[in-house]
């Protein structure tokens, strides 16, 4: 094997990392959704969109500056994600899980639509903010925006994993999943907890879009990055933050390796692959909660 | 005023008409449609034979999300399997007709069991996942394979009865709609015994279901695999009217169109899949109608495909928190205030 | 040399565990032919697990349930059912999207023969099938249980009392040998609870059904049960007729606490 490339396949697999970070930084907005609600939002990838289109919106047709903008956008997703919460989903409170999952698809669909009525479905870039140096890791190239990114993502995560970790409300977060009745009882406020969890999803989700429209540009079929977000939390487990870390890394990974050496329509192809293997080996996820069911 | 019927034997109380006025309205619909084409204009009969279709889809849809309780986003892509099937085996083979509609369903069923082998035995929500990712490999596939025309697609000879080909709205009315009665009939037979009662039992409530005697991933494979079944016959009959197969002919879009239209109409009732599909097929004619009235309307004609993506996300939502049993609810409110109506006040 | 006949369903020595949590430990019992059995204990104890490991539901960790003397620890529990082991639940299982004959008619799902092709067609071998299966369940069941005039209404809206009624019309439904009840008068006033009583007898006589019962209402326990087994922390710490265990000192002290047994027990008799 002297003469294959091994450093295009650090270079390569460097990429998919990085590119990883914005996988996890998006299955964590999926991941504080359903630790708070039950809630399975095929929306993700569209709210990830959302966010991308209002800093477009904020930062080149309003022309705000970046310190504005950013903050505005992030700012105006988790309103969209608090008024989704009360339109849609707590009306919805008590009938079968399978009645929300179906109004995240018509949510989904609602997205796509509005964005192709506000501003067409033509590709746009987005204004650049991150520092444009090439970043070399040893002989690797990695474009700077994906590294830039990455870093981002990892900061949010980081964040993230504290506030879960030592506030009070992410526990309160974690109650209220698991009993809303008992959560009730002890005194937090269950509606309160559920408006904050869709508001702090729509702000990752959001703060991901830009991140994944500055790489790639935005269009109205970003959504189809929320298929591979779906693959990532069931790889990782449906409601683990680490699941949705190390699962994004996964993901991120294996797709540049794919789309590297079997060519860029294959992306989605190893992701289904993946899917289906661990559906066979290990449904529910790496690091899932395997729910006791009682008859 | 009819408010109860008695039936004196058992058969009769379980036929599916039971009553002698619903024999009547019955007939009255049967003769409705055997006269249709004759009055109807070449744009009804168009419409009439596109609602048929969807119909016959939307019962699909019916059968595995209504009544079983799994949501599939993938009756599109299983309908695109059914259209390229009757595409390739009238391009390449030439066998009649309703060999090719039903060679169609199978291999969409082989799909659907294909997606539904490694989904079926967790969650349900994890089916929806993996008909999401079959639509994006379907298309991937339909666009890159030779054998399927590439981004091309095919164009498909008309169906031939008897050396007559069936190349007019007038003409496949005949064949689209007693195909689409027959699976309605289908369908409903299938809740009047054990494996449709199966079926709404492991929606309700899955667990007790095999306690109960019903082996799991079995039922929920058949459901799976005859909701595609019925999706891969709705798409060869697609593929015979619209004579042309792209892989853009089957998008995500159309599913959820169809998951909207049995939300809309009512899930789990047959009648709700006709009165979903029949309203559904609606509103984009409907819109083009409203455009077309609005002044400036022809350059709100870009809006049109957007606005139904929206419309159709909005119905999905409207209907569940608003009506979650649908339009079939809906009536079932407006009859029983006729039946009640003399003793009402 | 067995002076009994062998017991329709032995349970050996079943231990069940949920990550560290033992639910059974160790649990062994057998179910004599026509008995009535009580499985009772505080709540937690461990009997609606262990029905449910019987059921097929939970695997067992170790140990072997035997059914007609056949192993079936290892068989599904749609098997189970079609072999003969009904059941009712604690918390109502009903299907609500369904009628109450509907739900009825589900019960023999196992023992039913119509596939998919017949139920698209209906005439013919599936019509038969659900002809025979109405007018079976209609005389045998709804009959015997009196709930004819309910049976076109969707379980929703019924009473708590006429839905277990429904419950043990569907465990019925599956032709047990063995009937597995749990807690069939829970939440049921006196009425209901001595017509419960008495339909649980009646099952046992009309139809030589076994019933095995999981209750905590003891005056029907000591009333219709032949045998008592009783379960605490996942294990048996005693079973016999329901005198003798009426009378065991580890039973009282597992329902009461520790504390003065004499006195209790004498308190005990006083009052039965």
Known sequence: MANFDWAYLFEISLTGIAGGGLYALAALAFVMVYKATRVVNIAIGEMLMAGAYLFFTFASMFALPLWLAIPAAVLGAGLLGAVIERTMIRPLLGEPPISVFMVTVGLASVLVGLVEMIWTADQRRLPDFMPTKPIMIGDAFLAPKVFWGAMIAVVFIAAVLLVFRFWRGGVALRATASDQAAAYSVGINVPRVFSLAWVASGMLAAISGIIVGSIGGIS?????????????????????????????????????????????????????????????VRPYGLFGTHEIERL | MRIGTLKETYVADAALFDSRTQKVWLAVAAALLVLFPFMASDYWL????????????????????????????????????????????????????????LAGGFVAML????????????????????????????????????FTGGTGGLSVPPATLFGLPLDTS?????????????????AANLFRTRVGRAFIAIRDRDISAEVLGIPLLRYKL??????????????????????????????????????????????????????????????PELLKLVVDLLPGGSELTVFLSPVRTVIFGLLIIGFLVFEPHGLAEVWRRIRRFFHLWPFRN | METTSSPLLQVDGVTLAFGGVKALTGVGFGVQPGSITAVIGPNGAGKTSLFNTISGFYKPASGAIRFKGEDITRVPAPQRAKMGLGRSFQNIALFRGMTVLDNIKLGRHAHLKTNVLDALLYIGRARREEAALRRDVEERIIDFLEIDHIRHAPVSALSYGLQK??????????????????????????????????????????????????????????????????????????????????????????????GDVGDLRAKLQRAA
Not at chain 2, 129 to 145: D, E, G, L, Q, R
Request: proline content about 3%; aromatic content about 10%; hydrophobic content about 55%.
């Open chain 2, 222 to 283: 058949l459901s799976f695999g005859l909701s595609s079944f019925y999706a891969g016959v709705a798409g060869g009959l697609w593929a015979y009217f619209f004579r042309v197969v792209t892989p853009e002919s089957f998008p995500l879009l159309m599913s959820i169109f169809f998951l909207a239209a049995i939300i809309v109409g009512g899930m789990g009732s047959i009648l709700g899949g006709i009165l979903g599909a029949v309203f559904m097929t609606m509103v």
């Open chain 2, 46 to 101: 168009y419409l009439a034979c596109l609602v048929s279709i969807n119909v016959a889809s939307a019962t699909g849809l019916n059968i595995l999300t209504g009544y079983t309780g799994l949501v599939s986003l993938g009756q599109a892509a299983f309908m695109g399997l059914g259209a390229y099937t009757v595409a390739v085996l009238e391009t390449k083979v030439g066998s009649p007709f309703v060999l090719n509609l």
């Open chain 2, 111 to 146: 799909g659907g069991l294909i997606v539904g082998i490694p989904s079926l035995r967790v969650k349900g929500l994890y089916l929806a996942i993996a008909t999401i990712a079959a639509s994006f490999i379907a298309h991937f596939i339909f666009a890159n394979w030779k």
């Open chain 1, 220 to 280: 109205s079929s970003m959504g189809v990055f929320g298929l591979s977000v779906l693959v990532v939390v069931i790889v990782g487990g449906l409601d683990s933050v680490l699941g949705a870390l190390i699962g994004g890394l996964l993901i991120g990974l294996i797709e540049a390796l794919a789309g590297a050496y079997l060519g860029g329509e294959y992306k989605l192809l190893a992701t289904f692959i993946v899917l289906v293997a661990v559906l066979l």
């Open chain 2, 170 to 186: 007038f003409r496949l009315y005949w064949l689209i709609v007693p195909v689409t009665v027959l699976m309605l009939l289908g």
């Open chain 3, 165 to 258: 009624r429904v419950e043990m019309a569907r465990a019925l439904a599956m032709q047990p040998q063995i009937l597995m009840l749990d807690e069939p008068v829970a939440g049921m006033n006196r009425e209901e609870t001595e017509d419960m009583a008495r339909f649980i007898l009646d099952v046992r006589e009309e139809w030589g059904v076994t019933v095995l019962m999981v209750e905590h209402d003891m005056g029907m326990v000591m009333d219709l049960s032949d045998h008592v087994v009783v379960l605490n922390f996942g294990q048996v710490i005693a079973q016999g007729t329901p005198a003798e265990v009426q009378a065991d000192p580890e039973v009282i002290r597992a329902y009461l606490g520790a």
